[in-house]
């Protein structure tokens, strides 16, 4: 399958209004050019930097950055040590060098985070300012074997239900504030205010950051923020115990990580691997996740925001990489209103995620997700769905039996630039083992997801797959291992469906359920349904008509 070539054209403007045409393909992927820097080594000792866990190192780490910046760039080290430091700010030609045996600890004192103007979900929004953080800077670098700890913990409310006995007693006794239901804890009267006010944080325009004191603690930072910086390598280090987001790359262009290892608790709130935002020619290679939310995530602005910015993430390759635990390992969304497009997946392993590869939308996001390519995955034990593509992300649809019923009523709004699309998505040689579904597929019936492609998958799951409000479905090659013996495939409203060399449990009680009045042009080929008590059943309108088999 390797050796399958899958090319397309991707035109962009260039200087003077022409346009350039670039193919990329499994043979010819996106180039990421990574940053070079002098050999030149400020350390930070030599600022006045102590390594005693008590010292804050915050004015010495970022003295030596500016003064490395300043010469021409190069090295600033961080020796071994415990190094604690408020926020450190990167500059152009400057790789921040942390050895195997540094830790850079975060403080947990928030009034050394200033409230600062950022980004949050896609929206404008007042933030604490980053632990670790550049802006308009070129050619940078974190390199190294250290650890970067965000003190998370001190920032991050957390339910009852997700801690032991004792750890919550022992979150409760470190102070902070409990709720009058005593569920949920939260580290200050400010946190627990601020989680309380509607749109807490959104940056609306005639605001200022002083408006936001009273909820200082609530606007908890991403560990690292890079933003529109060029040239940009992670190479090594450990990022781990985020208050939010872990790593967040927005507006960036060639952006390279390379063994980095991201670590944030289970339960950690908005505990996010890495959200790569709006970025161009990016590379995550041989990396390692293990998140309190979605592991590896594509986004591009939320809703009009993102419109309005209309940059894709685009031209990137993620290869090699490991997701232990985390909401979903790949994923596109639900903040994709930019669009994302021309994005290679391969050679990944996911453990225990919640779903493997997951894509979400909703109405109101608006955006193509598109050109999408991903083969050579493998997945154990995943809790939900091993392929997940759904565009009712927070919402619900009424059930197509109380449709026909005539007790609820099916909405279907006009096409706007509001309506998200799923479109030429290509997945093949996926090997799950354990899952709660194999495959999901869900559009909206005025945007159907369309032209999805499935190859050469064995999925072991509970259920088979499901496929609603689509067009332009390919399962080709695909063996469903399931527990519960029908049906195998469930479809809805869905047209232009190509079944070819379907395999399946030997006395499933049903193949293929087709429901809806909407079904039409189901292929079914070289799949042997004779292995089935029941090959199809037709429900709520769909007729016997719709599917024809080879």
């Not at 709006?278 to 293990?290: M, P, Y």
């Not at 390992?329 to 997946?345: D, K, L, P, Q, Y």
């Not at 565009?391 to 059930?399: L, N």
């Not at 072991?460 to 797959?465: I, Q």
Request: with cysteine.
């Amino acid at each position: 399958m390797k050796n399958i070539r899958i090319a397309f054209v991707v035109v962009f403007s260039v200087l003077g209004g022409g346009v350039s045409a670039q193919e990329y393909s499994w043979d010819h992927l996106p180039v990421v050019e990574r940053p070079v820097f002098k050999k030149d080594t400020f350390s930070i000792v030599k600022y006045g930097a102590v390594a005693d866990g008590i010292t804050l190192n915050t004015a010495a780490i970022n003295a030596a950055i500016v003064d490395c910046n300043k010469k021409g760039g190069g090295v600033v080290l961080v020796p071994p040590g415990l190094w604690l430091t408020g926020p450190v700010v990167l500059l152009s030609n400057v790789n921040l060098h942390i050895d195997r045996a540094a830790v850079v600890q975060l403080t947990d004192d928030k009034d050394q985070y200033p409230i600062v103007a950022g980004n949050w979900e896609g929206h404008p929004a007042a933030r604490c300012q980053s632990p670790v953080s550049a802006t308009d800077a070129e050619n940078i670098a974190i390199t190294g074997g250290g650890i970067v700890d965000g003190n998370g913990d001190s920032w991050r409310w957390i339910a009852k239900d997700r801690l032991t006995e004792s750890e919550w007693k022992q979150r409760v006794a470190s102070g902070g504030v409990v709720t009058g239901d005593g569920k949920t804890w939260f580290p200050s009267e400010r946190s627990m205010k601020g989680y309380r006010t509607r749109e807490a944080g959104v940056l609306k325009p005639g605001m200022k950051l002083s408006d936001f004191e009273n909820i200082r603690d609530f606007l908890r930072p991403n560990l690292l923020v890079l933003t529109n910086c060029r040239k940009v390598l992670l190479d090594g280090p450990t990022f781990q115990n985020s208050p939010a987001w872990c790593l967040h790359t927005l507006l960036c262009e060639h952006l390279t990580l390379h063994d980095v290892h991201v670590r944030n608790p289970w339960n950690a709130a908005n505990g996010d691997g890495i959200d790569v935002e709006s970025c161009r020619n990016v590379l995550l290679d041989g990396n390692t996740f293990d998140a309190g939310d979605d592991g590896i995530c594509v986004k591009s602005g939320r809703d009009e925001d993102g419109r309005r910015r209309g940059r894709p993430t685009e031209n990137m390759i993620v290869r090699n990489n490991i997701v232990y635990r985390a909401h979903g390992g790949f994923v596109v969304g639900s903040e994709m209103s930019g669009g994302a497009r021309n994005i290679f997946v391969y050679d990944c392993s996911f453990i225990g995620t919640d779903i493997g590869l997951r894509f979400k939308t909703v109405r109101g996001r608006g955006g193509i997700v598109e050109k999408i390519y991903i083969r050579d995955i493998v997945m154990r034990d995943i809790v939900h769905q091993a392929v997940f593509l759904d565009m009712y992300y927070f919402a619900k649809p009424p059930s197509i039996a109380d449709v026909y019923s005539g007790v609820a009523k099916v909405d279907v709004p006009a096409v706007t630039e509001a309506t998200p699309q799923f479109r030429d998505i290509h997945i093949s040689n996926i090997v799950c083992d354990g899952a709660e579904e194999g495959i999901f597929v869900r559009g909206l019936p005025e945007m159907n997801i369309r032209d999805i492609y499935f190859s050469d998958m064995v999925l072991k799951a509970d259920k088979g797959a499901s496929i609603a409000e689509a067009q332009g479905i390919s399962l080709k090659n695909i063996a469903l291992v399931t527990r519960q013996d029908s049906p195998v495939v469930y479809i809805e409203n869905s047209s232009r469906l190509r079944f070819e060399g379907l395999k399946f449990n030997k006395g499933a009680g049903l193949l293929f359920s087709v429901n809806g009045k909407n079904c039409s042009d189901i292929r079914v080929k070289d799949t042997d349904a004779s292995k089935a008590v029941h090959d199809a059943a037709f429900n709520y309108g769909a007729d016997r008509q719709v599917m024809e088999t080879k």
